[in-house]
């Protein structure tokens, strides 16, 4: 199994910035891809950014030019940079991780349990 430690949210100016953090953690023997998603009460998750095992990035439209996600292989862990941040931004954001384990020997998809970022004056 692999657990999933989220950091960094929180309450912040329009305009602000944050750094969130997700920790892998478990028997784990590779990391692939990983990423972060939002969302709000009432609609869908929504892709947000992601991180490919060599380092390539994909952003939404919505967040290009304002978040950077960056990851640190020897740690197993995922970096989201968030600046100029809007109130549109206030949502819950998870982790999401491919990874494999000792016990699964195949990648499978992990979820963080999320992190909460409100965007407000």
């Known amino acids: 199994q692999v657990q999933l430690v989220e950091s960094g949210g929180g309450l912040v100016q329009p305009g602000g910035s944050l750094r969130l953090s997700c920790a892998a953690s478990g028997s784990i023997i590779t990391v692939n891809g990983m990423g972060w998603y939002r969302q709000v009460p009432g609609k869908q998750r929504d892709f947000v950014a992601a991180i490919t095992g060599d380092g390539i990035t994909n952003y939404a439209d919505s967040v290009k030019g304002r978040f950077t996600i960056s990851r640190e292989n020897a740690k197993n862990t995922v970096y989201l940079e968030m600046y100029y941040l809007k109130p549109e931004d206030t949502a819950v954001y998870y982790c999401?991780?491919?990874?494999?384990?000792?016990?699964?020997?195949?990648?499978?998809?992990?979820w963080g349990l999320g992190t909460q970022v409100t965007v407000s004056s």
């Open positions: 999401n991780v491919e990874a494999a384990t000792v016990h699964t020997m195949t990648l499978m998809d992990y």
